[in-house]
């Protein structure tokens, strides 16, 4: 991973941090890949052992589930992936002055697709915890990735791409 | 279908040094693996390139054992970074 070692006064500096978690796109395709492969793994061991194959994977939940139109198609109609948020207050019951922010924030978060972001912020604890590793492990490996994303996705929000 | 045919001679060789050496078949199949790794490591070779042998072996032992779940999980996950890194930003 990472770039091409260079040479700095004879040893090799491996510069990976130019894209290791560079930036959201980078999170958003690292997350999509790893759906992929488990979902592939889960398929193949499916294949080979049709009876009582384990099922460590359910696409259910996971960022692919968005773009599964059953039986593994892909939506025909793709404008019904985009997002079309609409909020509202609702002046009986609510409280005006505050609901106005959480609804200007939510039809923010709905009609820039930003909720969808939001999704990479468990997916790593949910793969961990999915394969049965500890709940210790998979809590300590995803609040890690909590923190940095969560801080990405702000950064995102406030303009700066990295 | 079964996981191990003991009538050729990998099966053979699994069988025995299940018996003699390790006692279970999960210590016996991981210490394959391993052994696949460590090659790789020997002669040299990336890590990402030993998937083509590792991953087929493991889809295999995952299938039939749950064990392997767990090790396989995190190959699928480590295979999954490197397709995103490297397939997308090189």
Excluded: H
């Excluded at chain 1, 890949?33 to 193949?44: K, P, Y």
């Amino acid at each position: 991973m990472g770039g091409a070692p260079v040479l700095v006064r004879g040893g090799s500096v491996n510069n990976c941090e130019d894209y290791i978690m560079g930036n959201l796109s980078t999170a958003l395709v690292v997350v999509l890949a790893i759906n992929v492969m488990l979902f592939m793994g889960q398929a193949g061991a499916m294949a080979l052992n049709p009876d009582s194959s384990p099922v460590f994977y359910s696409e259910d939940g996971s960022l692919l589930s968005n773009f599964d139109e059953g039986n593994y198609t892909t939506p025909s109609d793709p404008k019904t992936l985009l997002p079309s948020g609409e909020a509202s207050v609702n002046p009986e019951t609510g409280n005006i002055f505050t609901d106005i922010f959480s609804a200007t924030k939510n039809w923010i978060l709905e009609t820039t697709g930003l909720s969808y972001l939001l999704d990479l912020l468990g997916a790593p604890a949910n793969f961990l915890k999915a394969i049965g590793l500890p709940s210790a492990f998979a809590w300590a490996i995803g609040s890690l990735w909590y923190g940095i994303t969560l801080f990405l996705i702000v950064a995102f929000i406030l303009g700066r791409d990295t | 279908m079964v996981l191990l045919n003991t009538t050729g001679v990998l099966g053979t060789v699994i069988q025995y040094a299940t018996l003699d050496l390790t006692g279970s078949l999960f210590l016996t199949l991981l210490g394959v693996v391993m052994l696949l790794l460590l090659l790789c490591l020997l002669f040299r070779i990336p890590v990402e390139f030993s998937a083509i042998l590792v991953l087929p072996l493991l889809l295999g032992l995952m299938a039939y054992m749950t064990e392997f779940v767990a090790i396989g999980g995190v190959f699928l996950i480590y295979l999954g970074v490197i397709v995103g890194k490297n397939f997308f930003f090189k």
